[in-house]
């Protein structure tokens, strides 16, 4: 088969291979989307095919997308083939919107990547123009001139529209842009008008952007890409300082820091790191990096270098600047935020945790254990048997879901008089109880039955806590014994 | 003679002048690494334990800003093991700092996991606790050397499971080297493992203890009987047994009885057999 044959790209469509993108080759000898193959080999002998994947191709976009970012912090995906790029106000970093276009176009073409492109005031007439692959630039307030040439197939209507729109003699956008729209609405229907108005920059139709804004954002262009290790250290150092002087500026702390690393061949890497606290010590962000850096699974892959290296603070929280109490109090809290952050970098926000109370006396539910970051300055209230001179009333250490255990006891309702744990034979010297704790009938724990604990000590001084699950009674299944914690 | 002695004082001062310089360069390093400012001489001293026999054989108390080891006697005092170690944390603490405990999954699959209540029955209050959950041992130990940098803290603790292989004699001398820096005490607890020789300030070995019975024949306050396996700067010793009061934050010796007024009730050790059933409540 010769390397130059058309590449047709098929899919399965009602049990039949069908087209979905003949290259431009193919479209030149008279193939399009939609032919079956078999129709398609009936024309031209020679084809080249390949399988259409749908998720590949989904993959592409969003690294095309993530690509895109290095452009505006605005970026939007439109539709299956499209990016809307909001470059309001970016553009002078780039010499100038036709510069930026051409940069563009010419760094996807440099991927191997075929792309059009078209700037306007407006999302819809941009797209409309970048589809007629005209890549034009439409000065301020002149869409509705620009968009007058296009094809009525550019308000993206669907078809049975289209086709009713060409019936009445309506070929081109001029035909509807000068008419009264109240006709127009009431035969073609409101989203003619709609479109059409959103097409000549009339109505303001906003992009939804793919990824947060950053609050504070500093870059670092390389003219040669870097690669090394500890360039990229350094230059995190340095773009930390700048986000923490912006930060400064608006009196404010990150709590949520991204740096973003883009890659001479169009890859980007991303790597986030969270704080505790707000945040906006250059050396605190650059140590979070060089933690999180040092522990990633798979490491920063440089490639062939990094051109563009990118520092945003996400969410940002008022920043209360630290006074030193006399005992130095505030300085120490400090110094333990920042270990918590530097342990989860590492380690994981997840695993680095404090008890929170809840409002229940089911001990197992007592206390929840959440990341270090999630606990406010909410108060806690426990509960563990604190009058003076009394001791400990609960376990040091529970055992989630409690561990069944033989017991034998003397009376029906009294503790046991020695119980098999784990195989391990416990005579009981000394117990207490029973402390009846019973299921939340309003949180629907109603058929559950009641437990009553008692506190036991074995003969060799182990401490333990034993509950019996229901009552010895006729009509009752036979109570079990488990074991829920264990003293120190 | 006395060359032999000049010898071994000059062998001495050499030896004391290399561990004085191995000393003085880390500081540099930990304030260049962002950790916590120094406060560390202001908390140099001892922990008293018993302020008797205990803290005389220690030499004044358990030294602060140190490394010590602490064993379970069998697997059955894995519980009292954990329980001394926080009690000497919370000896250790000053008022209101924040313990770190870095503990193997392991270990909570094996003891349960630490439960708030209980935490707080024996004097901590729960929401001074930084826990760190960590299933890989290798992981565990770094946590705590990080932790123990960090001069803010009131104590770490460091739990890893079994005896890793990581946890080797330099690995000790570095978290004693740390906590030497940061004035932070390190307790290194080690259910699972046998006592082995290592870089620890004083190693001990726990076991649960029956402890002085409260009325109406109900287990009493934690206590432990310890032993000293190795100490630093003395000769080892014990066996001692010590009760834990949470309220006054030390370890005292147990009273054979609490209180005059519960003596007739307090039978010495009945056998359960030839007890009388009573029924406590209900």
Not at chain 1, 31 to 46: F, K, M, Q, T, V
Not at chain 1, 401 to 411: I, K, Q, R, Y
Not at chain 1, 441 to 452: E, F, I, K, L, V
Not at chain 2, 88 to 102: C, D, H, K, Q
Request: aromatic share 6%; with cysteine; charged share 25%.
């Amino acid at each position: 088969m010769p390397a130059d044959a058309p590449l047709l790209i098929v899919e399965k469509a009602k049990g039949a291979l069908v087209l979905a993108a003949p290259d431009p080759a193919a479209i030149d000898q008279g193939l399009a989307p939609g032919l079956s193959l078999a129709e398609a080999r009936a024309r031209i002998s020679d084809l080249a095919v390949a399988d259409h994947d749908p998720t590949a191709d989904e993959t592409l976009m969003e690294h095309i997308a993530d690509w895109c970012d290095r452009y505006t912090p605005l970026v939007a995906r439109h539709g299956e083939r499209g990016m809307m790029l909001d470059i309001t106000g970016v553009a002078h970093l780039f010499k100038g919107e036709a510069a930026l276009l051409d940069d563009l176009l010419a760094r996807l073409a440099g991927f191997g990547l075929t792309a059009f492109g078209a700037i306007a005031g407006a999302p819809a007439t941009a797209r409309a123009l970048a589809r007629s692959r005209k890549p034009v630039i439409v000065p301020p307030g002149r869409e509705a001139e620009a968009v007058r040439p296009l094809p009525v197939t550019a308000l993206g209507l669907d078809p049975a529209r289209v086709q009713a729109l060409r019936r009445a003699g309506l070929k081109c956008v001029a035909d509807l842009i000068d008419r009264p729209r109240a006709p127009l609405a009431a035969r073609f229907g409101a989203d003619c008008v709609e479109r059409l108005e959103r097409l000549a920059g009339i109505a303001e139709h906003p992009i939804s952007p793919r990824r947060l804004v950053p609050a504070a954002l500093a870059e670092r262009i390389f003219f040669q890409p870097i690669a090394l290790t500890d360039d990229i250290a350094a230059t995190l150092a340095r773009l930390a300082v700048d986000v923490a002087s912006l930060l400064e500026a608006r009196g404010e702390g990150g709590r949520h820091f991204e740096a973003s690393f883009y890659r001479v061949d169009g890859a980007v890497r991303r790597i986030a790191v969270a704080t505790a606290r707000p945040n906006r010590s250059p050396k605190a962000i650059a140590r979070l990096f060089h933690e999180k850096m040092d522990a990633l699974s798979d490491p920063l892959d440089a490639g062939f270098g990094f051109d563009l290296i990118r520092l945003g603070a996400f969410h940002t929280e008022p920043f209360l600047a630290a006074q030193a109490n006399l005992d130095g109090h505030a300085l120490d809290d400090e110094a333990v935020a920042d270990l918590v952050d530097r342990l989860g970098a590492r380690f994981g926000p997840e695993h680095v945790q404090g008890f929170v109370s809840s409002d229940t006396h089911i001990p197992e539910q007592r206390a929840k254990l959440v990341p270090v970051f999630s606990i406010g300055d909410r108060p806690q209230v426990w509960g563990g048997g604190l009058e003076t001179g009394e001791p400990p009333l609960r376990p040091l250490s529970l055992f989630n879901p409690p561990e069944p255990v033989e017991a034998l006891g003397e009376v029906p309702d009294g503790p046991p008089l020695s119980f098999r744990w784990r195989r391990v034979l416990h005579q009981v010297a000394r117990a207490e109880g029973p402390e009846r704790i019973a299921p939340e009938w309003w949180r629907g724990g109603g058929d559950t039955p009641d437990r009553d604990y008692y506190r036991v000590e074995d003969r060799n001084g182990g401490r333990f806590w034993l509950f019996r699950e229901g009552l010895y009674a006729a009509d009752r299944p036979q109570p079990r014994w488990f074991l829920h914690g264990l003293f120190a | 003679m006395s060359t032999a002695k000049a010898t071994l004082s000059a062998l001495r001062q050499r030896i004391a002048a290399i561990e004085t310089t191995a000393r003085s360069v880390p500081p540099a390093e930990a304030a260049s690494s962002g950790s916590a400012p120094a406060i560390s001489t202001s908390r140099a001293g001892r922990i008293a334990l018993d302020r008797d026999e205990v803290d005389l054989t220690l030499g004044g108390g358990l030294a602060r800003g140190a490394l010590h080891e602490i064993h379970a006697a069998s697997g059955a005092d894995n519980i009292a093991a954990s329980g001394f170690s926080l009690a000497l944390a919370l000896a250790a603490a000053p008022a209101g700092r924040t313990i770190v405990w870095v503990r193997q999954d392991y270990a909570a699959k094996e003891g349960g996991e630490l439960h708030a209540d209980g935490l707080q029955a024996l004097g901590l209050d729960p929401a001074a606790l930084i826990l760190v959950q960590l299933r890989d041992p290798l992981a565990v130990l770094r946590a705590g050397g990080e932790a123990t940098r960090c001069g803010a803290l009131g104590a770490v603790i460091i739990e890893p499971w079994g005896e890793p292989k990581a946890l080797d004699l330099t690995t000790q001398r570095r978290f004693s080297l740390a906590a030497e820096i940061s004035g932070v005490t390190v307790f290194l607890l080690r259910p699972g493992a046998r006592p082995m020789p290592g870089g620890a300030e004083t190693r001990w070995q726990i076991a649960s203890s029956p402890a002085t019975p409260m009325a109406m024949n109900a287990p009493g306050h934690p206590t432990f009987d310890l032993t000293l396996l190795r100490h630093r700067h003395g000769p080892p010793g014990g066996p001692w047994r010590l009760e834990w009061n949470r309220d006054e934050k030390c370890f005292q010796r147990p009273t054979l009885l609490r209180d005059p007024a519960t003596l007739s009730r307090i039978e010495p050790a009945p056998h359960p057999a030839e007890r009388a059933p009573f029924r406590l409540a209900g």
